[in-house]
């Protein structure tokens, strides 16, 4: 069974930061694209970062771009996420996702989140 265990979460005041971490287990972690989501209270899951298989491409959405840094290191199956300037709307679970086709099948796994609370 595929395992991606996040860790880091925690409360943190306004303009702090915070390193996200999420370790796979069971899978060729090296074959995945990892990114992180995050969920709010009363709202959809969204994305925050990806980053390709061997690390040599990362996207971010609009609002955490400057501010947030995903990166990986497949040898020790991990992918982190570096939070800073956080912002009381930044708080939420974050998820961690690994994703890869495979003989034409998409496989999907999730982690099972870790909560990040930015307030004073």
């Known amino acids: 069974q595929v395992q991606l265990v996040e860790s880091g979460g925690g409360l943190v005041q306004p303009g702090g930061s915070l390193r996200l971490s999420c370790k796979a287990s069971r899978l060729t972690f090296s074959s995945y694209a990892m990114s992180w989501y995050r969920q709010a209270p009363g709202k959809e899951r969204e994305l925050v970062a990806n980053i390709t298989s061997t690390g040599g491409s990362t996207n971010y959405a609009d609002s955490m771009a400057g501010r947030f840094t995903i990166s990986r290191d497949n040898a020790k199956n991990t992918v982190y996420l570096q939070m800073n300037s956080l912002k009381p709307e930044d708080t939420a679970v974050y998820y961690c996702?690994?994703?890869?086709?495979?003989?034409?099948?998409?496989?999907?796994?999730w982690g099972q989140g870790t909560q990040v609370t930015v307030s004073s």
């Open positions: 996702n690994a994703r890869r086709m495979f003989n034409l099948k998409q496989l999907n796994y």
